[in-house]
């Protein structure tokens, strides 16, 4: 058994559309990398490079990869160190899943130095532990596709009850993200506490109709079930310039497109690699008017478990 | 071309537990059967006989088969005058999609005398046209899985977008209809203008769950996310021993069990035809103990348009 691995944890997009709160997909980049390390204590030392780290704690149970190992080894009942070097690829505050990619590497790279105890499915619940920490709530949209790979559904928390959803082959996934900072936790706030009635029926039949048009590969469905009416309504406000970025992408042929997480990225769905470039640049193009630098990620959606790097 | 025809209609449960106002689907019985007869004027006459007729005017635009005939006779601009005879098998206030049956096999009927110059789809809105004049507001929960066969997701009403979908090969349908009436305008006066934003992603997720577990055969998921938590929290009080019948339905082993429509039938869905019977049994029994007679119907979902009878 070897005592060191590093992983490569993928970013991920959580509130996917009219999924508000229960889909997420994975992405290929950016990705969180670790590098763990058995030690000779009990003790669990972090260190962090990389992107947007100045805030991030090091204290293991204020960090969420920390956070995430401890929840582990406590369930194992297993007293060893480890020796945890982060460079994060994701940004935290940037809607694509930064603290849960760190959890999942974390967990997944430890359970791999004990010989894999756990399944990746029992992992789930520790990498969540994690990213609470950071999130303030136990959830899953991003964890869950960051560690199982592909697009997810979360029916329930209570009992929590995850489901793979098929993804149809020509579907590609440009994701943008901007130099600007949007809180999670400020971003939950602004949501309302009831819906109406008829939106709430409207989201509930759209939700069905994209996982149709998932399971069917009907790109159209897709197109015309992703509306979200609960999260985009109210926290569009938040991201400069949102609507024209949303109509660019549009126009340059996205199937649909929506805010990442609590933003502010933005992701968009195509069914050519041609179409999913020509809709970053769009983008791109429309954050430059608002005076924002930003990154584009094209990828299909990615199936995989975190990968274990050379 | 024939100048009369014979039309079985099958009613319909709309309300599919975790569907709730956009999930519908077909039954086998009970059903109208309508006598479609071309006369040699431009008027409409209307005559019924059977279950529950007392109180359904016989004036053609009050009449939900009159309506939905003149609604499809203008969009044609024919000037052509029937005469239906309608053998009421499903009482009016039964929550099996009574009117909606009726709506259905006239313009299913006339299109059909008229040589069909409509595809089913294109009945749609005139067999809605006709519902609405009984239940006060344009629904196609009722009438599309009549219309159409299966079990139908309505995605969206403006636009209008109905999507069938798969059917596990082993999914059997018990449905209820006790000896009681509830008035179909009043039920929807009990729901909610809003709910908390936290049940509509529940609901959301559950019917997601249900839809993957539908496409999948998958009995297991669809029994863990059939749950309404919209209508049935505050429906239930209007159904005599509702909580008791849904208990003795999965204590009898369904997979799920709800209000069908607005009520007071009950539908709940089981894995064998064995299973089913024993579900109607229990829940017969059940609804005894009420002091309330009652109807059983079993059968697949019934997956065919109306029937053209000899």
Known sequence: MSNS???????????????FDCLGYSLDSPADILEITKNNSSKINISMTGLGIE?????????????????????????QGFNVKIEKGIPPGSGIGSSASSAVGAVYGVNQLLD???????????????????????????????????????RSYKPLDIIQIPIPE????????PNYTINTKDARKMLPDQVALKSAVNQ?????????????????????????????????????????????????GAIGCGIS????????FSNEKEIANKIGIGMKNAFSKEGLSSKVYISKINQNEPRILD
């Open 5 to 19: 691995i590093k992983i490569k944890a993928s970013g991920s997009v959580a509130n996917v559309s009219c999924g």
């Open 55 to 79: 805030n991030i704690p090091l204290i293991p149970k204020k960090n969420t990869a920390g956070k995430a190992i401890i929840s582990l080894l406590s369930k194992l009942n297993i007293n």
């Open 116 to 154: 894999n105890p756990l399944t990746s499915r029992e992992l789930l619940v520790h990498s969540m532990a994690g990213e609470a920490v950071a999130s303030g709530g136990f959830h899953a949209d991003n964890v869950a596709p960051s560690l199982l790979g592909g697009m997810i559904l979360i």
């Open 170 to 177: 020509k579907l590609w996934s440009t994701v943008i993200l």
């Open 204 to 252: 509930t039949g759209n939700l069905a109709g994209f996982i149709l048009g998932f399971v069917n590969s009907d790109f159209n469905l897709i197109s015309r079930s992703m509306k979200d009416l609960f999260a985009e309504p109210v926290r569009q406000t938040l991201i400069p310039g949102f609507k024209r970025i949303k109509n660019s992408a549009l126009e340059n």
């Open 261 to 268: 997480g609590s933003g502010p990225s933005i992701f968009a």
